[in-house]
């Protein structure tokens, strides 16, 4: 090639580059505004209440009982799903509240608390097995607003950093060290697998409960962040790659996004996007919605292609020291309808 062609080449090259920018710039804008669309919160639609009934005084802290959320139709609903969402190291259930206000108004009953022992994520299980205990407890009390209304058959877990871990495990563990047969899907926020110096000096390395999920046999999403430097992405990476069996199994690490800053108060830029994640895997995997579930598929044109993937990344923090690689994101072919591709929701 001689010289002349090679300048002109390379000079076409660079007129392609802001168009490039230019499309990038708009899918991405495209898919937030997707995702603040589904991470609306609709305060009319649902109610909640924390009373006596809901407070368990061996595993929540003190004087704090769990709150439960639910959609003010249930009449109309029947039996719907239920999630139980716990947070993480040194939190209260207040850090996560837009979560199950989100959900509740999107028609799921949700139960959250603010965990005792919060130390080590082995003790997180215990916490969460109560949590369950009070949901199907309040389902079976004839005075509860959430009587006769919650499908025992369809219970996910939610949890953030060492509560993330603790619901994996929670959700793998048998009775009665765990929830094994009584969970359908289990997402992980962040999950605590080791960290930092600092963050194993509060919490330990996970040497308790270690990352070997293969028992796990539902549906298991990992959310991560890039920047994360509390719960290294690659570490938290390890469950995922752990995770056997024909189930959907899913890793997704939301571009620049630290370990806490999709939930503190006030700043919390990546929160809609955790919100919007979250509801529509729960929408594919807990209530079986096939539409949804080309949110988790990775093929050109899909809802995952246009509007998840844009906002996923592998940047690693610069702060990262020694760190290892990780991909953006992991899916399985697990679970996958085929009809669900023609079914795709309505944007």
């Not at 007129?15 to 603040?36: R, S």
């Not at 060290?177 to 289990?186: A, D, M, S, Y």
């Amino acid at each position: 090639m001689s010289n002349n062609t090679l300048r002109r080449t390379l000079y076409l090259l660079l007129l392609t580059l802001p168009n490039l920018t230019q499309a990038a710039g708009q899918t991405l804008e495209m898919a937030k505004t997707q995702i603040d669309k589904l991470a609306e919160i609709d305060e009319e639609s649902f109610a909640s209440y924390a009373d006596d009934n809901t407070y368990d005084e061996e595993y929540f802290g003190e004087k704090e009982p769990a709150t439960i959320y639910y959609p003010k139709d249930l009449k109309e609903r029947g039996k719907v799903p239920a999630v139980i969402i716990v947070h993480g190291f040194n939190c209260k259930q207040k850090f996560l509240q837009k979560l199950p206000k989100q959900l509740s108004s999107h028609g799921f009953i949700c139960i959250i608390y603010t965990a005792l022992d919060q130390k080590r994520p082995f003790q997180w299980p215990p916490g969460l097995m109560a949590a369950y205990e009070i949901l199907r407890g309040e389902s079976m009390r004839p005075d509860s607003p959430i009587y006769d209304h919650v499908d025992l058959s369809a219970v996910a877990l939610v949890g953030h950093s060492m509560g993330g871990a603790g619901v994996l495990h929670t959700a793998m563990m048998p009775y009665p060290n765990g929830l094994r047969g009584k969970i359908k899907t289990v997402i992980g926020l962040n999950p605590y697998n080791g960290g930092p110096m600092m963050a194993e000096v509060g919490g330990g390395a996970n040497d308790g409960l270690g990352d070997d999920l293969s028992h796990l046999q539902i549906p298991t999403m990992i959310v991560t962040g890039s920047y994360d430097l509390i719960a290294f992405p690659w570490k938290s990476l390890a469950f995922y790659n752990s995770l056997q069996g024909p189930a959907k199994h899913a890793f997704l690490s939301i571009e620049k996004m630290d370990h806490a800053d999709w939930y503190f108060i006030p700043s919390e830029p990546n929160y809609p996007t955790v919100r919007a994640i979250v509801y529509l895997w729960l929408m594919a995997y807990l209530a079986d919605d096939p539409a949804y579930r080309d949110y988790f598929v990775d093929s050109p044109g899909s809802a995952f292609d246009r509007y998840i993937k844009p906002v996923l990344g592998n940047t690693p923090n610069p702060l990262t020291r020694g760190g290892e690689p990780f991909p953006p994101y992991l899916l399985s072919d697990g679970g996958l309808d085929p009809a669900a591709k023609d079914e795709r929701p309505a944007d």
